[in-house]
């Protein structure tokens, strides 16, 4: 069945280092989504990115969707102790109705003051 | 934050129990979708209501079951708990067009 899939699970960073997670879908996607949670949390919507080779950025954060529209990545420049948290990718399950969401295993960030 | 509000926020319940769990949606988000999240693994998709009609299941048994009402809030209803239904449970709405906003979960407990 259809699946998607993230790596690294956890990455340890220093504060002031990069930070990238990669997403790979076993299907082609119409849309890939990003979300984070903080501990504790709820996902809380981040980004979605529609167009093959779209590239979106907010502030230190990049998001780039691949040209096939299977994978996916999201890049922190110079983590701070505020991007503490799990980020997740999700994409449309199946033909892509709105909120029927298939999210990767998430990557969870921690940061070292 | 988002509009999204579930309740309650915490719950623990028996094996074999029944619980339901309610979700009021984002002001004008006519969809809902629910969602298990284990613990350490990302949000499973369980189901979604639109305009009160169940629209698309994931693979959770007959015993999870939903409603939408017609001012477009939820239930999530769990039959016969199980201590592998121990999640957060994840209520998540969106317009016609539009992103997915969730609410802050019910951690539910079976012990």
């Known amino acids: 069945g259809q699946q998607v899939m993230q790596i690294p699970q956890y990455q340890h960073v220093q504060e002031g280092e990069d930070f990238t997670t990669y997403c790979n879908s076993s299907?082609?996607?119409?849309?890939i989504q990003w979300y984070k949670q903080r501990p504790g949390g709820h996902p809380v919507f981040l980004i979605q990115?529609?167009?093959?080779?779209e590239v979106k950025k907010q502030k230190r954060l990049t998001f780039q969707f691949g040209e096939a529209k299977k994978n996916s990545s999201l890049h922190i420049t110079a983590t701070q102790t505020t991007d503490v948290g799990t980020y997740f990718c999700?994409?449309?399950?199946?033909?892509?109705?709105?909120?029927?969401?298939?999210f990767g295993q998430g990557t969870t960030l921690q940061v070292k003051p | 934050e988002t509009g999204v509000t579930q309740s309650p926020t915490h719950l623990i319940k028996t094996r074999g129990q029944q619980v339901t769990l309610r979700c009021s949606s984002q002001?004008?988000?006519?969809?809902v979708s629910w969602y298990q999240q284990a613990l350490g693994q990302g949000p499973q998709f369980i189901f979604q209501?639109?305009?009160?009609?169940?629209?698309g299941r994931g693979n959770f048994p007959p015993r999870f079951s939903g409603l939408q009402f017609p001012n477009y809030s939820s239930e999530l209803n769990v039959n016969a708990l199980e201590l592998d239904d121990s999640a957060l449970y994840l209520c998540?709405?969106?317009?016609?067009?539009?992103?997915?906003?969730f609410g802050q979960g019910t951690r539910l407990t079976v012990v």
């Open positions: 998540a709405s969106s317009p016609d067009r539009g992103n997915t906003f």
């Open positions: 299907t082609t996607l119409s849309n």
């Open positions: 990115l529609v167009k093959s080779g």
């Open positions: 999700a994409g449309p399950r199946g033909s892509g109705n709105t909120g029927k969401l298939i």
């Open positions: 002001s004008g988000h006519n969809t």
């Open positions: 209501y639109y305009r009160e009609e169940e629209n």
